[in-house]
C-alpha cells in the first residue's frame, strides 16, 4: 500500500503531502502518517518549517466517516492536531477544495493558513449527528470569535476562502499550485521570523446568552440534538480553559457518537450516495442527452422545465392551445424568476434561458430532435395513451420515452407505442425544481441504457434518483397510501388530526399527514377513493367523513378550508371545527367508542404501517434494497433525515420488536396489519434490513 503521507524536503521546508483519495479522509493510516511525518521533519535539522497539503481535489474532507462505531485507532485526530500545534517547527497548512470537519481541525492546529481562492472550509459535524471532535469547537472561536463559531459549527455550512479569511479562519489567499503557495508562505513567514502561533494560546472568546442561543438552536433543529449540543461546547471555549475545554468537547462529542440519530444521520449520509448506484448499470453508458421536452406544462411540466433549464438542457414543451401555452410560458418564467431572485440565476441568464433554451409550442412536431421525452399530462390512461401513441409516431429512434405519471402503470403505457424498450417512469416529486426526489420507475422491457439515462438526467437535475419497480404508487406513494391510512384509522377510532399531525411534527416530519393533505388539496384523495372503491376488500375500513367537506367545495388550503381553516396572509391554519363534528357523526354511524391515543401510540402505529408496507415493497422487488426506501422517504416526504429513513428507524428498534407491535395490531385488525413476509423472515434469521443493504453492495 503506497504511503497515505508523502514526505519531501525543499530547502527548509517538508511537505507532508496526504493521498488518501478521493477525498483525503483522516482514516488510521492518515493520521498515522502525518504523526510520523511531523516526527521526521522535527528530527532534520536542515527543516525549518512544515507545510500540510491534500493530493487531489480536496485539503481534507474530514475525519474518515467509516471509522465511526469501531473500536478507536491510535493516534487519534484530538491529539494529532494538538501534536502538530506543539511542534517546534512552523506549521503551514495550504488548502484547496474542500477542508472539512477534522480537516479544518487539523488546519487549526497549524500554526498559519494559506487557501486557494476557490477553497471552503467548514465543521458540517452536526449533519451527521456529532459535533467537532478535533478541538473546533475549541480552536475555531480562539480564530474566529463565538458568534461566528456558533453560527459556522451549528448550521455547518462551507465558508468561501474571502468569508473564512475575513472570519480570521485563513491568513492569507494565493492562487497557484496549493504546495508551491505553501511553500512560498512558509518561506516569507521564516523571512519574517514569524512566531509560531498556536491557536490554543489565543484568549478564550467572548461570551454570549449562551442558553438563549441553545434553546434558538434547539428549537430551529426539530427535534435534531447536534446543533444544539455543539452551542455547549462551543460555550465551554468562552468559560473553560483550553484543556478543560477539549475535555468538555470530548464529552459531548461522545453522548452524540452514542445516538441514534448518529446512526440515521450516517446511514443517510452514505445511502444518499449508495442510492444511485446500481450494480446492475455497471458499465452500461447512458443515452445522449441535450434536449428534453416535456409534454404538458400544468404545475409538474413547468418544474421540470424549470429544473431542466437550470441545469443547462435545452427544453422544448408542448400543450393542448396556445392558452395553455401561454400559462405553462408564464408558470416556468414564474420559477425562474424565484431562482433570479434568490441569486441562483443572472438576468442575463435568466433571459438566455427563456429566450433561447426554452420553445413552448403545440404542435408534436417540435419534438422530432429531442434527446428525452416526459410527458406530465392529465392522470388519465387514455390520455396518456393518445400522448405516447404520438410520441411513437414524432421522436427520432433511440430518444427516451418517459412518463411522471404517480400510479398508473408503466407497462400498459409503454404498450401504446411500438418501441417499449425506450419508456420508462420518471416520477417527480412537487415542485419538481425544489424537490430531491426522482423515482425511476423500471418497466417490464426498458431497456438497460434507458434506465442508465433516467440515472443520468437525475444527476444532471441534482436529484437523488431511487429506481422503483411497477406497481400501484412505486415506491413512495404506494407506502403514503398504508401510513396514510394507519392515520385514518386512528382517527376513525378517537384521536384527532390535529393530534397526530402534532405528534408526528414532534417525531421530526417536516408536516403531518393531515396538514400535508390540505396543502396537496383534499380532492386528490377524494378522487382516489371513489376510483378505488368499486374494488375495495369489504374489510378494508376507510372514513368517509372528509368526503363529505369535499362535497361542499372544501379542498384545503387552495380554498381556505380543510381540516384546517386559512386566513389569508397567516402562516398555517386552525383547526376547523366542522371536522371534529363530522368525526364524531361517523363514529356513531359505525358504532364505534372514541378512545384516547398517546402520542408514543400515534408514531409507534404510523411507523409500523410504513415500514411493514415498505417491507414488502422489498420483498416484492418494487424496491431492490431497503436503503432505496429510505432515501425516497427522506428526499420525497419529508421523513426526518435524523432517523435515517423508517427502515433504519425499525432497525434501531430492533427488528423483533417491530413485527411483535404488528402482530398485536393484527389482533383488532388482521385484514389491515397483515406482516410482511420479508419482515418475519428477517426477524427469524436474527437479521436487520440494513444486513440486506450490505448485501447487495
Ligand atoms: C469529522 O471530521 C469528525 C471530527 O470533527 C472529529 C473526529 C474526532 C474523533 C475523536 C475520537 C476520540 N469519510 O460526496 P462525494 C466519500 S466528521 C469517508 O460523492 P463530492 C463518499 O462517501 C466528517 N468517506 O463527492 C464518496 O464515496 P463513494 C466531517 C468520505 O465531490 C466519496 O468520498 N466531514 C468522506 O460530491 C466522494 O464523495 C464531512 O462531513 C469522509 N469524511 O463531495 C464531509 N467524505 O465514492 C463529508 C466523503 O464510495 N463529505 N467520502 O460513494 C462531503 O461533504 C462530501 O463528500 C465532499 C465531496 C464535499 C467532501
Ligand atoms: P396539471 O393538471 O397541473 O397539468 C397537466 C397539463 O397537461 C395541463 O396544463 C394540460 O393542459 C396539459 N395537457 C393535457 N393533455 C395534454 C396533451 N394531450 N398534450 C399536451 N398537454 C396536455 O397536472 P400535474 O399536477 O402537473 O400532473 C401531471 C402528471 O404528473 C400527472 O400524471 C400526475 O399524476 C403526475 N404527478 C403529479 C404530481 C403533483 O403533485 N401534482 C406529482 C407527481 C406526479
Request: proline share 6%; charged share 25%.
Amino acid at each position: 500500500m503506497p504511503d497515505k503521507v508523502a514526505y519531501a524536503v525543499h530547502d527548509m521546508i517538508a511537505v507532508l503531502r496526504i493521498q488518501n483519495p478521493p477525498v483525503n479522509a483522516l482514516s488510521q493510516a492518515v493520521r498515522q502518517g502525518l504523526s510520523d511525518a511531523m516526527d521526521r521533519a522535527e528530527a532534520d535539522d536542515a527543516v525549518h518549517a512544515v507545510v500540510i497539503v491534500g493530493d487531489g481535489r480536496a485539503f481534507i474532507a474530514g475525519a474518515d466517516i467509516t471509522e465511526f462505531g469501531k473500536p478507536p485507532m491510535e493516534p487519534n485526530l484530538p491529539d494529532l492536531c494538538t501534536r502538530i500545534e506543539q511542534s517546534p517547527l512552523l506549521v503551514v497548512a495550504s488548502m484547496h477544495g474542500v477542508s472539512l470537519g477534522g480537516g479544518l481541525e487539523v488546519a487549526l492546529g497549524c500554526h498559519y493558513r494559506v487557501a486557494q481562492p476557490s477553497a471552503r472550509v467548514g465543521l458540517p459535524e452536526v449533519h451527521l449527528g456529532i459535533l467537532p471532535g478535533a478541538g473546533g469547537t475549541q480552536r475555531l472561536p480562539r480564530v474566529a470569535g463565538a458568534a461566528n463559531a456558533v453560527d459556522a459549527i451549528t448550521t455547518g455550512r462551507h465558508i468561501k476562502a474571502d468569508e473564512a479569511q475575513k472570519m480570521g479562519i485563513i491568513d492569507r489567499i494565493e492562487e497557484g499550485d496549493p504546495q508551491e503557495v505553501g511553500i512560498a508562505y512558509a518561506m516569507d513567514l521564516l523571512s519574517e521570523n514569524a512566531p509560531r502561533r498556536p491557536v490554543s494560546e489565543m484568549p478564550a472568546p467572548e461570551g454570549i446568552d449562551w442558553d438563549a442561543k441553545y434553546d434558538a438552536v434547539l428549537k430551529k433543529g426539530r427535534g435534531q440534538i447536534s446543533p444544539a449540543t455543539a452551542v455547549r461546547a462551543v460555550q465551554a471555549a468562552s468559560e473553560l480553559p483550553f484543556d478543560e475545554g477539549m475535555k468538555r468537547e470530548r464529552e459531548l462529542f461522545m453522548e452524540l457518537m452514542d445516538t441514534d440519530q448518529r446512526k440515521g444521520l450516517i446511514h443517510a449520509f452514505f445511502n444518499e450516495r449508495a442510492v444511485s448506484n446500481l450494480p446492475e448499470l455497471k458499465g452500461v453508458e447512458p443515452r445522449h442527452l441535450q434536449s428534453v421536452g416535456i409534454i404538458g406544462g400544468g404545475t409538474m411540466g413547468a418544474g421540470i422545465a424549470t429544473a431542466a433549464l437550470l441545469a443547462g438542457l435545452e427544453v422544448v414543451l408542448i400543450e393542448t392551445g396556445e392558452e395553455q401555452a401561454t400559462a405553462a410560458r408564464g408558470r416556468i418564467e414564474g420559477n425562474l424568476q424565484g431562482a433570479l431572485k434568490r441569486g441562483k440565476i443572472s438576468q442575463q441568464k435568466f433571459d438566455a434561458l427563456i429566450t433561447v433554451a426554452l420553445t413552448v409550442s403545440v404542435k408534436y412536431d417540435s419534438l422530432k430532435d429531442v434527446d428525452l421525452a416526459i410527458e406530465a399530462v392529465f392522470e388519465d390512461m387514455a390520455v396518456k395513451h393518445e400522448v405516447f401513441a404520438k410520441l411513437d409516431a414524432t421522436c427520432k429512434p433511440g430518444c427516451v420515452l418517459a412518463t411522471n405519471t404517480s400510479y398508473l402503470d408503466v407497462n400498459e403505457i409503454a404498450a401504446a407505442t411500438s418501441r417499449p424498450e425506450d419508456v420508462i417512469g420518471l416520477h417527480f416529486f412537487s415542485p419538481a425544481h425544489v424537490m430531491k426526489l426522482l423515482e425511476v420507475v423500471v418497466a417490464d422491457k426498458t431497456a438497460p441504457d434507458v434506465v442508465a439515462t433516467g440515472f443520468a438526467l437525475g444527476k444532471m437535475l441534482g436529484k437523488v434518483s431511487v429506481r422503483a419497480g411497477v406497481c400501484d404508487g412505486f415506491i413512495g406513494n404506494r407506502i403514503l397510501a398504508v401510513y396514510r391510512t394507519a392515520a385514518d384509522h386512528m382517527v376513525l377510532d378517537g384521536a384527532s388530526p390535529y393530534q397526530i399531525d402534532r405528534a408526528l411534527t414532534n417525531f421530526g416530519f417536516a408536516m403531518g399527514p393531515f396538514a400535508v393533505a390540505d396543502l396537496a388539496g383534499l380532492d386528490i384523495g377524494w378522487a382516489t377513493r371513489k376510483r378505488k372503491a368499486p374494488h375495495r376488500h369489504p374489510e378494508e375500513r376507510v372514513p368517509t367523513y372528509i368526503d363529505k367537506l369535499c362535497e361542499q367545495g372544501h379542498f384545503g388550503q387552495k380554498t381556505g378550508e380543510g381540516y384546517y381553516v386559512y386566513t389569508e396572509g397567516q402562516r398555517g391554519g386552525k383547526p376547523n371545527p366542522k371536522i371534529a363534528e363530522l368525526i364524531a357523526a361517523e363514529q356513531r354511524e359505525r358504532g364505534i367508542s372514541p378512545r384516547e391515543f398517546s402520542d408514543e401510540e400515534i408514531v409507534h402505529r404510523y411507523m409500523c404501517a410504513m415500514v411493514n408496507e415498505a417491507a414488502k415493497v422489498v420483498g416484492e422487488g418494487i424496491a431492490r434494497r431497503p436503503l432505496d426506501v429510505d432515501m425516497t422517504l427522506l428526499f420525497g416526504y419529508g421523513f426526518p433525515r435524523y432517523w435515517g429513513g423508517p427502515m433504519k428507524w425499525a432497525d434501531i428498534q430492533g427488528l423483533p420488536k417491530v413485527l411483535a407491535a404488528i402482530e398485536g395490531y393484527a389482533e383488532e385488525d388482521a385484514w389491515f396489519w397483515q406482516p410482511a413476509p420479508l419482515l418475519q423472515k428477517l426477524v427469524d434469521e436474527g437479521r436487520s434490513f440494513d444486513d440486506l443493504n450490505k448485501a447487495e453492495r
